[in-house]
Each structure stands twice: as structure tokens, then as C-alpha cells.
């Protein structure tokens, strides 16, 4: 038996505002054709009346060909109206940056914000870690993160 990841999804208030944040913080690269989803099928699959989906996949950096972020806007869409770091489910997406400021200005310019402070540690032999966590303009939590030796 073969299992391979493919991707993670995103669900968005605006697709096209969120997926042009990852594009231009994190140099995702869109993969297309966009998705424009509705019909019988999707209703069958996601147990929803009247669904549809729009949106794309990102393929995520330092990769060719997935895996992807995928970033969909569900019609209807249920809001999120709490978000925590610690809540139970999916936490984060993390991203290796060379310059852990540089990004956290980035994100800032297009919207995103912080949710603490940038931190250094030492961690002996495995190397020092300069990070933050932080949230893209929907809420939702991405760690920024430098590794060296």
C-alpha cells in the first residue's frame, strides 16, 4: 500500500484576498486550473444541501509539484467566530524562512498580525530556533520559523 500527503486545506471568507496573502508573504505558487465546484457529487461527498466551492491550490515553497495549501470559500460557509492557538483540531501551518523579521513584516504589510513576540532559543545540539506565531488576515495560525546550527 502506497499513502503519500497531498495537501492541506483552508477554508476562506474570500478565497482570492487569502490565497494572494500566501502568494505574496510566503511565495506560494498557484496551481491551476481554479476550482469551481457544485452538483450532486458534491453534495453526495460533503453532506452539505446546495454546495459549492471555489478556489485553487498553492504549491507551498520548496516545491515543484505539491504538496499544495488548498484555500477553498464554501457556499455556505459556517463562520469561525473563536480562534485559539491551543484548539483542539488542526493548529498551524509553519514555514522555514531565512529572515524571520523580514517575513513578520511582510505578513504585517499585507494584513496578517502577530500573536506573540519573536523568540530566540538555544537548544543545544539540535540548533537555535528564531520564531513567532502569527495569523494570516482570517485568523487563521501560521509559524514562522528559522533553524540553524
Not at 495537501?7 to 478565497?15: E, F, G, I, R, S
Not at 529572515?99 to 499585507?110: C, G, I, M, P, R
Request: net charge negative; hydrophobic share 35%.
Amino acid at each position: 500500500m502506497s499513502i503519500k500527503f497531498v495537501h492541506t486545506n483552508l477554508n476562506a471568507k474570500d478565497w482570492r484576498k487569502l490565497s494572494q496573502f500566501y502568494i505574496e508573504v510566503f511565495d506560494c505558487k498557484p496551481q491551476y486550473p481554479e476550482r469551481d465546484l457544485s452538483g450532486e457529487w458534491l453534495e453526495q461527498l460533503t453532506d452539505i444541501k446546495d454546495a459549492r466551492i471555489k478556489g485553487i491550490h498553492l504549491i507551498l515553497p520548496g516545491y515543484d509539484n505539491g504538496p499544495t495549501l488548498e484555500i477553498f470559500e464554501y457556499d455556505p460557509l459556517i463562520p469561525e467566530n473563536q480562534f485559539s492557538i491551543n484548539k483542539q483540531g488542526f493548529g498551524h501551518i509553519a514555514f522555514h524562512v531565512d529572515d524571520v523579521e523580514a517575513v513578520v513584516n511582510k505578513l504585517l504589510e499585507h494584513g496578517g498580525k502577530l500573536l506573540g513576540d519573536i523568540i530566540e532559543k538555544d537548544y543545544g545540539e539540535i540548533g537555535y530556533l528564531t520564531a513567532v506565531y502569527a495569523q494570516d488576515p482570517e485568523g487563521n495560525f501560521i509559524e514562522i520559523q528559522n533553524w540553524r546550527t
